[in-house]
């Protein structure tokens, strides 16, 4: 995993060395050098100060399917660099590490699932995987995804990790954001509910577009969820942000989302909408 | 001496012409017309060789056609509606009903302003999350009332402010695009100016998407990508280039279905035209549309963004 | 007309005494006595201090249908006194001074009309009637002027004039909210359009009803909108209101109307309204 | 001495019995049997010597059933959807979906509190412009997934305050019954405890409105009534007598489809008998609504409240 470290807030990163993965890393909220394997038992939560370190899509999948149920479905056909874009790095270039250092296809990983015995379709965003934009790639798994869960009638879970579009693919990205509603569309169509939690982060257009219209919207007790980054608002407002700005509880007070909860009840909660949400059971 | 200021001295020296024919009661009619020959091939130039930075500085001029004088000058009449019905009214996006051809549509537009104090109001078309909930109650009207929907951009984005956080900002996008697919009649989009980002598609999933010729539509703004992706703002031009954001572009791209011209010289400099050929376009396609029957329409419309960048796709 | 004032704020009404009409009468807002044709002339608006004497239902048709245009529904067969209320009086007493009173068979006078020709169902409620409270009669009219409207697909034009729900009718008089509403859904599945012009004062049942759901709303200046009474608010609550509180203006800078226009410009704003909502023209 | 201070007095001898033979390891249980057997007589005749004043003292116990504990205990589960996702989120009016009988259905509540902190959070059941537009957005959740809906209201009525007046509170309660009134699927709403005015008849506009045997809805508090009719708040036993708001007297109206029977005493002294009730008879009125179509469903919805009062009408 590259280092990544994000100085808008307190929320962490694993920091890394080469591999195989260091024995240590540190928490940045705390300065803590936590052993690797005591901060995965504890769900990558700073066992010192409770700070929220992210999951990659794996873990993440890891921690709310059922034991060995996750089904991966096959990378979709798209346009790679569809606009031959190149700044610093040419884009396929970064594309191509981004896949090495993660070892996903995009920023979203999807399959078929069981939570707590329910068939879902479940996808998990990766932010490692530039910035966990939303670029055509990202566009198509989630549309394949939700339009499968419609045809097979199975709930859709989607975890958001992004920092907004895939900016690299210049306009292709943004009109992802209508395909995704399109698929979600579909998904209202056939009556299948969608449940979406967000985690850190959650913001720009993945928030603007398939992350604020779920039938459920779960956040985790460590998200960041928002429109605009932090800075952006302060440098075109002027304003002052208020303390707690954009966290999982000022969404909450604000009516965004119907449930914050900690990393460790995720699963307990998401399989209790589930468990309602479904037919039978 | 760049083209444009070759432009500005020739139309200083056919203005002094035309006073100095005025005052003097002179006949310098065929100086004139040589004159301004010369200036209109200049304006051919200037906008044919814009680089896409030079295309984004036009598109952000202040006297761009759009808002409510622009929709004004497009229909035949405007019936304005405000309000979010829960909050406040927003001055940067509006719209109501009107008049189009004769024929009933709904509209929505950014409102830029263009004296000072109006672009303060307007916040330079940066709509806010009371906006975006506007306009999803207009579009719901008009599925009610079965009017074809008109959306004409023109906004560097939403507006990035804690208020429209604490309102929701990032969920009133998506509910005015997902409004937008469910439409039951035929849907127009207009990118006139600037279409940034969440802000413009908010507004732009649309059966049909129509650009002037000088207006850009993009993902972030080359400033914004610049100082991301190279770490630095001066690199905006290059990231104007590279974003692919000119209606040209984005028409190649297979997301813009016509690209309008402008009058030589961009829509500024003479709106009379640039409405009509606006209107003329937008008559065209809801005439088109209106031909489909609804199952027709939003199966199209689906299979139009469901397939964007896929293998498959047009582009 | 009988004497009616309400203290909440500046808008006042026609001072009376026997028929025939008094040649003069006094403007609360300022005390100026007031020359009845003078203040017929002005439609109603103090000539001194500009503020809004209330319109009978006769009075605002006149003002806003074209000459002669207008023709009246007849009357609707409902239960009278369906509780058989008393308090101070007997409710069919109430009933039946109000319609001597007011020469009205209920609060709201409906019809067909037309405004700068285009045929409207047009219906305007009286508040000298009960308040311009709505009971089952109300009601009753209300539904009919709809539906008929749907069946004609003529736009529908309600000026709500109204203190809430008619008491002495108790539940039936707020299950015609639902009434209401459920014709005004019959308006909207026949893709009819229906304006609202909210006028002093729009209250209680009736603006949390047929009055807050119009496609076009628009606020005549001197309106009072708001669903409690600022009583009931100081009250339960002991906030202290703010200035313009519940006002035309209050309403439009908190995102509920359309537009704000003084008397003297409503029909002219109506026409406007209507000729863009109704087809050719 | 009234009925009820005889009954507190029984019950109060029953208690001593009680303690006594547990204490001293008598059996008292014939001495007792008779003593119960009193006991419920005396409730019984106290509900039914109930005057409509009574009747509203009752249905405003905090310990009346009503709110979270009460849809919990209705439900085989239930999970709770918060948020108006424009401003925020009211206690006072909650919802979400649930299970019932192995069904799902959506249901809505008012939110009363018991303890003195959750009554002044929850603002004694009145919902404020937030907890409408999230009924609002429960229903269309609803409305997407094909969930029949389910309301349980107990409220002295809508909030009314500075902020609730800002937010539109008003037109949030008429999109509510507009909503109800176009729901895809069955709906039922059990009024509970008080069914305050507008604030109850926004949750009311349904296939099916129950009552709970000494629950009470009506246009206005009788307080209320009296002051304004009678000038004297003191009028208002009198004032509930008029205003019908018992609910055999709006079964007799026609209003209320079923008067639910409460155990003697009263819902409080028995809330599992209570929740036994309701639910036989939410599940009865679903599934008698289940066997209609959707045109059908609506088409009678429709006439239902076309025709409240008028002369042709059942009451
Ligand atoms: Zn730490
Ligand atoms: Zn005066």
Redesign the pocket.
């Given at each position: 995993m590259p280092i990544r470290r994000d100085k808008r807030d307190r929320y962490?990163e694993v920091e890394v060395g080469v591999p195989p993965e260091p024995l240590w890393v540190r928490?940045?909220?705390?300065?803590?050098l936590?052993f690797r394997r005591k901060l995965q038992e504890n769900q990558y939560i700073?066992?010192?100060?409770?700070?929220y370190f992210f999951l990659s899509a794996r873990e993440r999948i890891a921690s709310l399917a059922d034991p060995d149920s996750f089904q991966e479905f096959s990378t979709p056909s798209i346009c790679e660099d569809p606009l031959g874009f190149s700044d610093q790095l040419p884009y396929k270039e970064r594309v191509h590490r981004a896949r090495q250092e993660t070892g996903l296809f995009e920023a979203v990983l999807a399959g078929s699932a069981r939570i707590g015995g329910i068939p879902v379709i479940l996808a998990a965003m990766d932010f490692r995987f530039i910035g966990g934009s939303m670029g055509v790639g990202v566009g198509e798994i989630l549309r394949t995804a939700m339009e499968l869960a419609a045809q097979e009638r199975k709930p859709f879970v989607l975890v958001v990790s992004s920092g907004g579009a895939r900016v690299q693919e210049g306009v292709l990205s943004l009109l992802q954001m209508v395909k995704v509603v399109a698929a979600r569309e579909a998904l209202a169509q056939a009556a299948v509910p969608y449940i979406a939690i967000l985690t850190y982060p959650s913001t720009g257009g993945v928030l603007a577009s398939i992350g604020s219209i779920a039938d459920v919207t779960i956040a985790e007790e460590g998200a960041l969820i928002g429109f605009a980054g932090p800075r952006v608002i302060e440098q075109t407002t002027g304003e002052r942000l208020p303390p707690g700005f954009q966290t999982a509880k000022f969404a909450q007070e604000h009516g965004m989302v119907d449930a914050v909860v900690p990393r460790a009840k995720l699963r307990e909660e998401l399989l209790r909408a589930l468990s309602v949400l479904v037919e039978g059971g | 001496m760049t083209d444009e200021e070759h432009l500005r001295i020739l139309e200083e020296k056919a203005a002094e012409l035309r006073r100095l024919a005025q005052e003097n009661g002179l006949d310098l009619s065929a100086e004139l017309a040589i004159l301004e020959q010369k200036i209109a091939e200049l304006k051919r130039t200037v906008c044919e060789g814009l680089s896409a930075w030079g295309r984004v500085q036009l598109a952000r001029r202040p006297d761009r056609p759009s808002g409510l004088s622009f929709a004004q000058a497009l229909c035949d009449a405007f019936y304005e509606l405000r309000g979010d019905r829960a909050i406040s009214d927003d001055p940067a996006l509006r719209g109501g009903v009107a008049k189009l051809a004769g024929k009933r549509i709904a509209i929505l537009f950014h409102q830029r302003g263009m004296t000072p104090e109006e672009q303060r109001q307007a916040r330079f078309g940066m709509a806010s999350a009371q906006g975006y909930w506007k306009a999803k109650r207009i579009m719901e009207i008009a599925a009610r009332l079965k009017l074809p929907l008109l959306t004409l951009i023109n906004t560097p984005g939403a507006y990035p402010g804690v208020q429209a956080e604490a309102h929701n900002i990032a969920g009133a996008i998506a509910c005015c695009i997902w409004q937008m697919l469910r439409h039951p009649g035929p849907t127009v989009a207009v990118i006139l100016g600037e279409g940034g980002s969440g802000g413009a598609v908010a507004l732009a999933a649309a059966d049909r998407v129509l650009m002037l010729e000088n207006a850009t539509y993009s993902v972030i703004s080359p400033e914004g990508a610049a100082s991301i992706l190279w770490k630095d703002a001066k690199f905006a031009p290059q990231a104007a280039e590279n974003l692919k954001l000119t209606a040209r572009d984005l028409w190649a791209l297979g997301v813009v279905d016509e690209v309008i011209p402008e009058p030589p010289g961009g829509a500024h400099t003479d709106l009379q035209k640039t409405v009509a050929a606006v209107r003329e376009a937008v008559i065209h396609h809801f005439s088109e549309l209106s031909r489909l029957s609804l199952d027709e329409l939003l199966r199209l419309r689906y299979n139009r963004y469901r397939h964007v960048g896929s293998a498959g796709a047009p582009n």
């Amino acid at each position: 995993m590259p280092i990544r470290r994000d100085k808008r807030d307190r929320y962490v990163e694993v920091e890394v060395g080469v591999p195989p993965e260091p024995l240590w890393v540190r928490c940045e909220a705390c300065g803590e050098l936590v052993f690797r394997r005591k901060l995965q038992e504890n769900q990558y939560i700073c066992p010192r100060c409770g700070a929220y370190f992210f999951l990659s899509a794996r873990e993440r999948i890891a921690s709310l399917a059922d034991p060995d149920s996750f089904q991966e479905f096959s990378t979709p056909s798209i346009c790679e660099d569809p606009l031959g874009f190149s700044d610093q790095l040419p884009y396929k270039e970064r594309v191509h590490r981004a896949r090495q250092e993660t070892g996903l296809f995009e920023a979203v990983l999807a399959g078929s699932a069981r939570i707590g015995g329910i068939p879902v379709i479940l996808a998990a965003m990766d932010f490692r995987f530039i910035g966990g934009s939303m670029g055509v790639g990202v566009g198509e798994i989630l549309r394949t995804a939700m339009e499968l869960a419609a045809q097979e009638r199975k709930p859709f879970v989607l975890v958001v990790s992004s920092g907004g579009a895939r900016v690299q693919e210049g306009v292709l990205s943004l009109l992802q954001m209508v395909k995704v509603v399109a698929a979600r569309e579909a998904l209202a169509q056939a009556a299948v509910p969608y449940i979406a939690i967000l985690t850190y982060p959650s913001t720009g257009g993945v928030l603007a577009s398939i992350g604020s219209i779920a039938d459920v919207t779960i956040a985790e007790e460590g998200a960041l969820i928002g429109f605009a980054g932090p800075r952006v608002i302060e440098q075109t407002t002027g304003e002052r942000l208020p303390p707690g700005f954009q966290t999982a509880k000022f969404a909450q007070e604000h009516g965004m989302v119907d449930a914050v909860v900690p990393r460790a009840k995720l699963r307990e909660e998401l399989l209790r909408a589930l468990s309602v949400l479904v037919e039978g059971g | 001496m760049t083209d444009e200021e070759h432009l500005r001295i020739l139309e200083e020296k056919a203005a002094e012409l035309r006073r100095l024919a005025q005052e003097n009661g002179l006949d310098l009619s065929a100086e004139l017309a040589i004159l301004e020959q010369k200036i209109a091939e200049l304006k051919r130039t200037v906008c044919e060789g814009l680089s896409a930075w030079g295309r984004v500085q036009l598109a952000r001029r202040p006297d761009r056609p759009s808002g409510l004088s622009f929709a004004q000058a497009l229909c035949d009449a405007f019936y304005e509606l405000r309000g979010d019905r829960a909050i406040s009214d927003d001055p940067a996006l509006r719209g109501g009903v009107a008049k189009l051809a004769g024929k009933r549509i709904a509209i929505l537009f950014h409102q830029r302003g263009m004296t000072p104090e109006e672009q303060r109001q307007a916040r330079f078309g940066m709509a806010s999350a009371q906006g975006y909930w506007k306009a999803k109650r207009i579009m719901e009207i008009a599925a009610r009332l079965k009017l074809p929907l008109l959306t004409l951009i023109n906004t560097p984005g939403a507006y990035p402010g804690v208020q429209a956080e604490a309102h929701n900002i990032a969920g009133a996008i998506a509910c005015c695009i997902w409004q937008m697919l469910r439409h039951p009649g035929p849907t127009v989009a207009v990118i006139l100016g600037e279409g940034g980002s969440g802000g413009a598609v908010a507004l732009a999933a649309a059966d049909r998407v129509l650009m002037l010729e000088n207006a850009t539509y993009s993902v972030i703004s080359p400033e914004g990508a610049a100082s991301i992706l190279w770490k630095d703002a001066k690199f905006a031009p290059q990231a104007a280039e590279n974003l692919k954001l000119t209606a040209r572009d984005l028409w190649a791209l297979g997301v813009v279905d016509e690209v309008i011209p402008e009058p030589p010289g961009g829509a500024h400099t003479d709106l009379q035209k640039t409405v009509a050929a606006v209107r003329e376009a937008v008559i065209h396609h809801f005439s088109e549309l209106s031909r489909l029957s609804l199952d027709e329409l939003l199966r199209l419309r689906y299979n139009r963004y469901r397939h964007v960048g896929s293998a498959g796709a047009p582009n």
